[in-house]
């Protein structure tokens, strides 16, 4: 099966989600949490990530993750990962409670995509604020993707709304997609123990440019010829479409200083960068900048 046809798949049995005029959705993806060691790559934006959740909780967004939340690849248990980063899944217990959190699962967390994993692996965590352990993703899936569909709040359709196809973006190339259990064992105990010297991955899209280009070549021939709006992660690119490219990209939360992510409201798309800045007294806060922004309604058109 060819790229085209994964991507086309992804979104065979994706659950549909309203996207209206009073929508609040963020979109982030690729946050390779890990188990607070060298390797951890979340750790350096693990404050920025965590303000911009307290952030999106507080403005009733709904949260949206597109795959790689977790860094499953370098590493092999799950309960690790949430007990290094329990109050980060403290936050999206809250998000699951109040039914604003979608989970997409990516190649770095293919395993996801089986419930009893999850269920066996991430159903529930030690909270150390009640002393007990608290329920997580016990019932909730993880998807390959997800459709926004651009309905009235009625519910019938709105011609003035396009309708979204996401997921994380794995699917164009081979390695990371049919073959990702042989990708999990080279970056296991090759890729892994030697970028410790410095040595970066080069079947990874998000480190190699030549790979990174290929896959986004993918991604944004599938959107074209679909004529269809697409949004992933992978890359570690962000990226807005446009009505001649429909191809979107939330960047990730692994950047050298900042995190990056794509929020729509309502009508309104944005590209946003969280990041710290200094005040004039020269004391530091978590910002938030909106780098790029447009209108759904350019995209009406879009099946």
Request: net charge positive.
């Amino acid at each position: 099966m060819g790229y085209y046809h994964r991507i086309s798949n992804a979104f065979q049995s994706a659950p549909v989600l309203t996207l209206c005029k009073s929508s609040r959705y963020v979109m982030i993806s690729d946050c390779h949490r890990g188990i607070g060691t060298w390797g951890d790559n979340f750790l350096k934006n693990q404050n920025l990530y965590f303000a911009a959740l307290k952030y999106y909780y507080k403005n009733g967004f709904t949260y949206i993750e597109l795959g790689d939340g977790d860094e499953l690849w370098e590493n092999r248990k799950m309960e690790q990962i949430i007990e290094i980063h329990e109050n980060i899944f403290w936050l999206l217990s809250l998000f699951l409670r109040e039914k604003r959190l979608y989970m997409i699962y990516g190649n770095h967390d293919m395993v996801k995509k089986n419930q009893t994993y999850v269920k066996n692996h991430g159903s529930s965590y030690y909270c150390t604020s009640t002393k007990c352990r608290e329920e997580l993703f016990k019932s909730s899936p993880f998807y390959e993707g997800i459709i926004l569909k651009g309905l009235s709040c009625g519910g019938s359709p709105d011609s003035r709304l396009p309708t979204l196809y996401l997921t994380h973006g794995h699917q164009a190339s081979l390695l990371n997609s049919t073959l990702w259990k042989l990708s999990r064992f080279l970056v296991r105990y090759i890729w892994a123990p030697l970028e410790r010297f410095g040595v970066l991955d080069p079947t990874s899209a998000a480190k190699n440019n030549t790979a990174k280009n290929k896959t986004e070549k993918r991604l944004s021939y599938w959107a074209e010829s679909n004529h269809r709006i697409l949004m992933t992660g992978h890359t570690h690119r962000p990226m807005m479409g446009s009505a001649d490219s429909p191809y979107f990209n939330t960047g990730s939360c692994v950047h050298p200083r900042c995190i990056t992510c794509i929020e729509i409201i309502g009508e309104n798309i944005f590209l946003v960068k969280w990041t710290l800045s200094t005040k004039s007294d020269y004391t530091l806060y978590v910002s938030r900048e909106v780098l790029e922004q447009g209108s759904l309604s350019e995209f009406t058109d879009f099946v």
